[in-house]
């Protein structure tokens, strides 16, 4: 069994796929500064900024999760759509973008399949609707997440590998 620890839309993140080992959130607030004679520019607020989440981690192709993951996570960006982010604990992120996706290969065998991938994956915020706990919205979208988590397994994103 797969432990999810995150979603993103479809893709689950875990120990079977990509596995982060670091998650950066950013709330940036803006502020404009209005310059006054005599004294300190007055600051106004001008609300929340484009809130960003970068991941972290790495994927060992040859143990768990196949060379296919970052292709993945590259295919998810490439629809340009809004994804939901759901952690592990039914959290709610909200909708996000991916805005890149970073692959190094620092180790290979003989053949030149990596060892292991290292990613970083950054997302920022789409500006959404807040789900409604009145409509029931918001535990329909963490239901229907979690239905596909069980039903997830490695074989539906790799094909079978022989590793050298």
Same mark, same amino acid.
């Given at each position: ?65 196949? =060379?296919?993951?970052?292709?993945? /996570? ?6 340009? !759509?809004?994804? =939901? ?17 970073? !692959?190094?290969?620092? =180790? ?12 970083? =994956? ?22 229907? /997440? ?15 590998? !022989?590793?050298?």
């Amino acid at each position: 069994m797969n432990a999810i620890a995150m979603m993103l839309g479809d893709y689950p993140f875990g120990i079977d796929t990509a596995a982060y080992d670091q998650i950066s959130h950013k709330t940036p607030h803006r502020w404009s500064e209005l310059p006054r004679l005599g004294t300190r520019p007055a600051l106004q607020h001008l609300g929340i900024g484009v809130e960003t989440v970068e991941m972290h981690g790495r994927i060992f192709p040859h143990w768990h999760g196949g =060379l296919w993951q970052v292709d993945a /996570l590259r295919r998810l960006a490439g629809t340009g !759509e809004p994804q =939901l982010l759901i952690d592990g604990m039914f959290i709610v992120w909200g909708h996000y973008v991916i805005r890149d996706v970073e !692959e190094t290969q620092p =180790l290979h065998f003989a053949g030149g399949m990596p060892r292991r991938q290292d990613f970083r =994956l950054s997302l920022a915020r789409y500006p959404d609707a807040i789900p409604s706990l009145a409509d029931g919205s918001i535990f329909d979208a963490a239901a229907g /997440l979690s239905d596909r988590a069980r039903a997830w397994t490695t074989a539906d994103l790799t094909p079978d590998m !022989e590793v050298i």
